[in-house]
T-cell receptor, first 113, second 109 residues
Framework: DTEVTQTPKHLVMGMTNKKSLKCEQH?????MYWYKQKAKKPPELMFV???????INESVPSRFSPECPNSSLLNLHLHALQPEDSALYLC????????????FGQGTRLTVV | ELKVEQNPLFLSMQEGKNYTIYCNYS?????LYWYRQDPGKSLESLFV?????AVKQEGRLMASLDTKARLSTLHITAAVHDLSATYFC?????????FGKGTRLHILP
């Protein structure tokens, strides 16, 4: 199984809503990542988890809250988002220290209204 | 600051032609990656180049790495419409991937 599964595929939320994005992999990867991608731009790293511990936070606003409950799951909790947060959110996983050999999920297309 | 620069950023070409996308990066790294992304889709890993002089080929795509020049190329041979996509190169540093801006490749039938 070489898949990274993200749910939901699409999400529309209001600025006062709380929602969560989910990501799952069963490849035994101990590094997991959240990226944000705006249209016609490259992905931007948000968070890195290594061995279920947050190792990198790229100065992401606190309205985005990551969580790694176990080695297979990664969540991104969303609260009080702004319209400019609308984007494609990509989850990825890899072996630790092999960040470039990551498998990416299909993404969640988020629209904040 | 690590910078990754791709050129061209947009390329429209006829089927059957050859072309090369260039990726320059600003600091030492022995690992360079190429990804493909179709519109609205996720990233697909194409090539992992791990050392100076590395060359990898898959179908009509060939990637190479010159770490001394800090340059990687992605060469397209006899392009076909199915290769239309955005291609990103990326370099890793300190457990992060730094992506280039991407090259939007449009192949005309």
């Amino acid at each position: 199984d070489t898949e990274v599964t993200q749910t939901p595929k699409h999400l529309v939320m209001g600025m006062t809503n709380k929602k969560s994005l989910k990501c799952e992999q069963h490849m035994g990867h101990r590094a997991m990542y959240w990226y944000k991608q705006k249209a016609k731009k490259p992905p931007e790293l948000m968070f890195v988890y290594s061995y279920e511990k947050l190792s990198i936070n790229e100065s992401v606003p606190s309205r985005f809250s990551p969580e790694c409950p176990n080695s297979s799951l990664l969540n991104l909790h969303l609260h009080a988002l702004q319209p400019e947060d609308s984007a494609l959110y990509l989850c990825a996983s890899s072996q630790v220290n092999w960040v470039g050999e990551a498998f990416f999920g299909q993404g969640t297309r988020l629209t904040v209204v | 600051e690590l910078k990754v620069e791709q050129n061209p950023l947009f390329l429209s070409m006829q089927e059957g032609k050859n072309y090369t996308i260039y990726c320059n990066y600003s600091t030492t790294s022995d690992r360079l990656y190429w990804y493909r992304q179709d519109p609205g889709k996720s990233l697909e890993s194409l090539f992992v180049l791990l050392s100076n002089g590395a060359v990898k080929q898959e179908g009509r795509l060939m990637a190479s790495l010159d770490t001394k020049a800090r340059l990687s190329t992605l060469h397209i041979t006899a392009a076909v419409h199915d290769l239309s996509a955005t291609y990103f190169c990326a370099v890793d540093r300190d457990d992060k991937i730094i992506f280039g801006k991407g090259t939007r490749l449009h192949i005309l039938p």
